[in-house]
């Protein structure tokens, strides 16, 4: 039975989101600052979930640990799905990232500024690899609002409750997040993996 799972992300940001998501688990959450001496893991894959593939098949044959990486982005209908695979290189900053969306937006009306949040999360240990997807579709405010989250959560707003992800508790934003979808979905399949684990008569997960 794994006692550990490596949280494979140096964002501070997602790490918190991640780790109270997972937090009722029976296992321990660890983090990369443990091996400070991994460099960064490839993201060369042409979807979100070959990326997150990518991340968690690297640092788990580096670490020999059970491995989650999730990768995940912001894409924007009017355009054609940007920034996408390329979010967290959108800017040098959050800021930047949000001053150049909101640039590129700056003609586009209301009601066509529809976007997505998508979040793949990768589960890779010892014969095991799962992938776990989870989205929310909302709209760009022109102009950001709220202090809370990281990334672009200060200009997509949630329409069911009129707040931008900046403006929500973090149990408010992990409830319809993106990631909150894709995390409960791993949650559940590692709640039964490790059951299975304890008990082997059980049903297999």
Known sequence: MPEKLLIATRNRGKWEEIRELLADLPITLIGLEEFPSLPDAPESGSTFEENALLKARFFHERTGLLTV???????????????????????????????????????????????????????????LERTFAGEVHGRIRTAPAGTHGFGFDPVFEYPPLGKTFAEMTRSEKSAVSHRGHAFRHLREFLTLLLERERDPSRSRA
């Open 69 to 127: 990486a999730e990768d995940s982005g912001l894409e924007v209908e009017a355009l054609g799905g940007a920034p996408g695979l390329f979010s967290a290189r959108y800017g040098r900053s959050d800021a930047e990232r949000i001053a150049r969306l909101l640039a590129e937006l700056r003609d586009v009306p209301a009601e066509q500024r529809t976007a997505r949040f998508v979040c793949v999360a990768a589960l890779v240990g010892p014969h």
